[in-house]
């Protein structure tokens, strides 16, 4: 895997907008700064940055820039962001995609449709930003839309979005660079504890389902939502514990487990970083999700 961390020279206005970065929603300790966003290089062409939100990936081809997830909503968040990329390449970005709702990963998809950059998000995304609400604050929609499959070609490069189903919530894409072997994630697959949406459409038992989907493609590296970028054994590893996991919670289902009684019965000390705690926080989704399937 080819890595390195690039550095932010001069001038002073890139790097006091680098150190001036906001701590992602929900993300940092009580009284500590986040660190400042980094742009981490994944592969020749291929380009990770690092907070303001969720991990976003970069894909420069001899025609343009692509973007995988537009980080926290805010115009300096979006701002920062342009000035992380403009650090690597001089090429325009020409497209960009979301991976799903949540404002830490499509917060500045207005921002870029503004600026004349065309947007992906799976038709599921579109329609969960009619409701979907944060901090008082609606996420822009995508002006472009897929079903299930599609393929972008930008000079050198060929981008894939692909949909596999209700993951982490009911319009996830997963992004995938054939000819880099890499794939981004979105918070399908994340390097931490997951967890799954099912307000907005989120499925523990799809899940496992399309995990398997995710392995069918041939990659050696994959960027995560959260945490540090993964190898395809990782992955591997991760979505055995998402099989296990669900496979256990729908046995507890079957043999007449009560609901109030369920997150306590599904054993996970096997399964870290898997936990129980956020689905007793949603219990009513998660009894719901296991019910249909069951």
């Not at 080819?2 to 929900?26: D, E, N």
């Not at 020749?44 to 343009?64: A, D, K, M, Q």
């Amino acid at each position: 895997m080819f890595r390195k961390i690039l550095a932010i020279a001069a001038p002073l206005t890139v790097a006091a907008l680098i150190v001036s970065a906001q701590a992602p929603a929900g993300g940092g300790g009580k009284g500590k700064a986040a660190p400042p966003p980094t742009i981490v290089q994944i592969k020749p062409g291929l380009y990770e940055i690092e907070g303001l939100g969720g991990n976003t990936s970069v894909r420069v081809s001899n025609e343009g820039v692509f973007v995988a997830d537009t980080k926290n909503m805010g115009e300096e968040n979006y701002q920062q962001l342009l000035t992380l990329i403009k650090s690597v390449t001089p090429q325009p970005i020409k497209g960009a995609a979301v991976t799903h709702v949540h404002q830490d990963h499509s917060g500045n998809t207005a921002s870029f449709i503004r600026d004349g950059v065309p947007v992906w998000a799976h038709e599921g995304e579109k329609a969960l930003t009619a409701t979907y609400v944060t901090n008082g604050n609606k996420v822009g929609a995508p002006d472009k839309t897929f079903a299930k499959d599609q393929t972008i070609t930008m000079g050198n490069a060929k981008i894939e979005l692909h949909n596999y189903g209700p993951t982490h919530t009911s319009g996830d894409t997963i992004v995938y660079f054939p000819d880099l072997r890499v794939v981004h994630g979105g918070d399908m697959i994340v390097n931490n504890a997951p967890n799954c949406d099912f307000a907005n459409g989120g499925s523990v038992v799809n899940w496992a389902k399309a995990m398997d989907e995710v392995l069918k493609l041939d990659f050696d590296t994959l960027i995560p939502g959260h945490g540090a970028v993964m190898t395809k054994a990782q992955v591997a590893e991760y979505a055995a514990k998402w099989k296990t996991f669900a496979e256990r919670a729908l046995a507890e289902v079957r043999k007449g487990t009560a609901k109030e009684a369920l997150v306590a019965a599904i054993k996970v000390d096997d399964l870290a970083p898997f936990a129980t705690a956020s689905y007793a926080q949603r219990l009513d989704g998660f009894w719901a999700d296991l019910q249909k399937a069951k």
